[in-house]
C-alpha cells in the first residue's frame, strides 16, 4: 500500500538555480527507505518540500491521499501536518520547558493522548528516564536529540521523515532508535531516512532511493546480498 507518492516535483531557489528536477519517488507502508547522495545532492532540499519548510515547487506530491502542491490551501497545509514527523539534523526545540512537557505538547499539536508509562518506557530504553523532568536547557545536545526522535516515535505518523538524525548519540542510543526504528514500520508506520553514510543505508533500511543529477536515478531493494557502495557508485559515476 502506497503511503507516499512524489511525482514530477521541481525545486528552484532562483530562476536559473534548479535543486531538484522532475523527481519521482513512491514510498510503501511499512518500510524504511535510505535517500542516499552525496553532500549538495538535494536530500535536505526534497525533505523541506515534503515537510511544508519549501514551498517553492512544481509538480506534486499524495501523502495517506492528501495532495499537496504549491498555492495549497491552508486547510490541506494543516492536514498534511498531522500525517508526517520530522527529525532534523539539529533538535530546535523550545528550551525553558521540560523533556516531558514537551512531548506531551506534541501530542497535542497531533490531537493524540499523551501517555507518561509509554514515554517512561521510552526514556527507560534510551538511558534518558533521570532527565525526563529536566528543562531542555540544561540537556546535552544528544539528549536533545533523544527528545526529538522520542516524540516521533511515541507519535506514530504514518511518515517519519529524518535527516540526518543522529548528530551527538552514542553508539549504544543510535542501536535503540534503529530497534524502535523497526518496530515502528512493523506497526504499519514508513521512514524515509536521509544519510550519506552507505554503510548505515545498507544496515537498516528496506530501500535506498539514489537521488543524484537532480532526480532519483534508482531505487534499490536492499537484501544481505546487495552491494550497496557499488550500486551507488555505478549511480553517480565515480568512487
Known amino acids: 500500500m502506497s503511503i507516499l507518492d ?4 521541481s525545486v528552484w531557489y532562483e530562476r536559473d538555480n534548479v535543486i531538484l528536477e522532475q523527481v519521482d519517488l513512491h514510498l510503501e507502508k511499512g518500510a524504511v527507505y535510505g535517500l542516499l547522495g552525496v ?9 523541506n518540500t515534503l515537510t511544508g519548510v519549501n514551498r517553492n515547487f512544481s509538480g506534486r506530491f499524495t501523502l495517506c491521499g492528501i495532495e499537496a502542491e504549491a498555492g495549497m490551501p491552508q ?12 527529525a532534523a539534523d539539529y533538535p530546535l526545540l523550545f528550551t525553558e520547558i521540560t ?21 517512561a518506557s521510552l526514556a527507560e530504553a534510551f538511558h534518558f528516564s533521570k532527565y525526563i523532568n529536566r528543562r531542555i536547557s540544561e540537556l546535552s545536545l544528544g539528549n536533545r536529540q533523544k527528545i526529538v526522535l522520542m516524540t516521533g516515535l511515541l507519535l506514530r505518523a504514518p511518515l517519519f521523515i529524518l535527516d540526518e538524525p543522529l548528530v551527538g ?37 528496506d530501500y535506498a532511493a539514489i537521488l543524484h ?6 531505487v534499490i531493494p536492499i537484501g544481505e546480498e546487495t552491494d550497496l557502495r557499488r550500486e551507488f557508485f555505478e549511480v553517480i559515476g565515480h568512487e
Open 213 to 218: 543529477n537532480k532526480q532519483i536515478q534508482k
Open 99 to 119: 523533556a516531558k512537557d514537551y512531548v506531551s505538547f506534541a501530542h497535542s499539536l497531533y490531537q493524540k493522548d499523551f501517555s507518561e508509562q509509554q514515554f
Open 75 to 86: 486547510k490541506t497545509s494543516d492536514q498534511l501536518k498531522t500525517h508526517r514527523y520530522f
Open 169 to 205: 548519540l552514542d553508539v549504544e542510543s543510535i542501536e535503540v532508535f534503529y530497534q524502535k526504528m523497526r518496530e515502528y514500520c512493523e506497526a504499519g508506520g514508513t521512514i524515509l531516512f536521509s544519510s550519506h553514510l552507505l554503510d548505515v543505508v545498507q544496515r537498516f533500511c
Open 39 to 47: 553532500n549538495g545532492a538535494g536530500k535536505t532540499t526534497l525533505i
Open 6 to 9: 512524489i511525482h514530477d516535483v
